[in-house]
């Protein structure tokens, strides 16, 4: 038995499924900057990296601030419960808990409304403290949001896992030194995990303490 005990949750895509409030509130502002909005379907890839970067390419560096205030306007209000955790997520925070892991959160989402959504939805019980991006865009890329909180936490690497669902989790932790379990419910795909180099892949929720216990957790 190691001493892999520390565990880095990602928040969409991983613990809650943000699809209709982030989709939408990227259409809001787009319709609001008199730009076409993609259908939410067409908009999944903004899900996990910074949202200032995906409104670059969506309305040119010119106006991605401009488009940033008014997501944030509709996101802020509504957006952010427009969300619902995904089967499965309490067991497994309550069974890792149980375990006795140290469990937080690590995203690229602001701070401010991941804590908002956590508590919203019964999540925060569960999490040491979460660790996100600031308003100002500090902290909005994985490796130094990792980076971060590992030395807030005093976690070492080697004692330490992410789990996430897309590349940016992956290549993130491994900059930290830092392997991950790639989670198959979310928006990257089995391809793009694998790729970047997930030591494994969980299907559910459910199997992901299968592949803690393979990495000898």
Partial sequence: MSDLRTAFFDLDGTLTDPKPGICGSVQYAL???GLPAPSQDELEWVIGPPMIESLRRLAGPDRADEGLRFYRQRYGETGLYENR???GIPELLARLTEEGWRLYVATSKARPYALRILDHFGLARFFSQTFGSGLDGSLQHKDELLAHALT???????????IGDRKYDVLGAKANGLPTIGV??????RAELEEAGAVAIAAA????PGALAARGA
């Fill in 31 to 33: 319709t609001q900057l």
């Fill in 85 to 87: 955790v995904y089967d």
């Fill in 152 to 162: 807030e936490t005093g976690a070492a690497p080697a004692s330490a896992i992410m």
């Fill in 184 to 189: 198959a419910w979310g928006y990257g795909s």
């Fill in 205 to 208: 929720p459910q199997d992901v």
